[in-house]
């Protein structure tokens, strides 16, 4: 069996004295999507940032195609092919969009191109001269996910991609995912938008309380369904 791009276990995180997660144990396969799925507050976003090292104290395990990174700072993470989408985005408004795009450097080889990201994102092309701060919600979000294509990751973490977001917008992201996928990259997301989600994963982890406490597949989904309106109140 080859060794999974992601191999999570037993991690522990903490923010200052507050223990935000409790164990969590799951691994994601290289071209696969998971989808992280939990109430606000369940260690969603906490997972994603802990994988970048950006919590406070970790325990436990992180191997990026075997690697262990538990200790490792950022930076050293993100040259192994991660790239990581914040809820907030981090748009810098003073600078253009294609100067946000191209801020970023090169951490890992077969980064896309200037040329297929403007193609895979036309609204980018045509708003490429614009200040961040006059970038629509949705073309900010595309500029997030567009950012981290460029550097060369391979798994990338997309942490709410699809919030707050017109339908139009949050129908091209996830066309987008799907292309990415069909071009072999491996994603983790957490999303809120569950019928945004729903079609998009191979794989699907609820989370409560810092912990994973089911995972099923994409074809388990509609049996499932019910106990997911309890978890999540969807």
């Known amino acids: 069996m ?67 990174t538990i200790g490792w700072p950022t930076h050293k993470v993100a040259r192994l092919g991660i790239g990581y989408c914040p809820e907030e985005r981090g748009i810098f408004s003073s600078l253009s969009a294609e100067e946000n795009l191209m801020l970023p450097p090169p951490l890992a080889a077969g980064g896309l191109g200037v040329d297929e990201i403007y193609a895979m994102f036309p609204n980018l092309k045509e708003r490429a001269g614009s200040q961040g701060t006059r970038l629509s919600g949705g073309e900010q979000q595309m500029l997030a996910v567009a950012r981290i294509l460029r550097t060369g990751a391979r798994l990338l973490l997309l942490d709410e991609i699809s919030e707050g977001l017109a339908p139009v917008i949050v129908q091209k992201l996830a066309e987008v995912v799907t292309t990415l996928r069909a071009k072999g990259y491996t994603i983790v997301m957490v999303e809120q938008n569950f019928r945004f989600a729903a079609p998009l994963a191979d794989r699907f982890l609820v989370m409560e309380h810092g912990q994973i406490i089911q995972q099923f597949t994409q074809a388990e989904l509609p049996s499932r369904l019910e106990k997911l309106h309890e978890y999540l109140g969807v």
Do not use: Q
């Not at 991690?11 to 223990?19: F, K, Q, R, T, V």
């Not at 989808?35 to 994988?51: H, P, V």
């Open 2 to 68: 080859s060794t999974p791009f992601l191999e999570i276990k037993g991690l522990n995180a903490w923010y200052g004295e507050s223990h935000v997660l409790h164990g969590v144990d799951f691994s994601v396969a290289e071209g696969e999507v998971v989808t992280l799925l939990g109430r606000n507050g369940a260690g969603r976003t906490s997972t994603m940032r802990a994988i970048m090292g950006l919590t406070g104290r970790r325990e436990g395990s992180i191997r990026v195609r075997g690697t262990e």
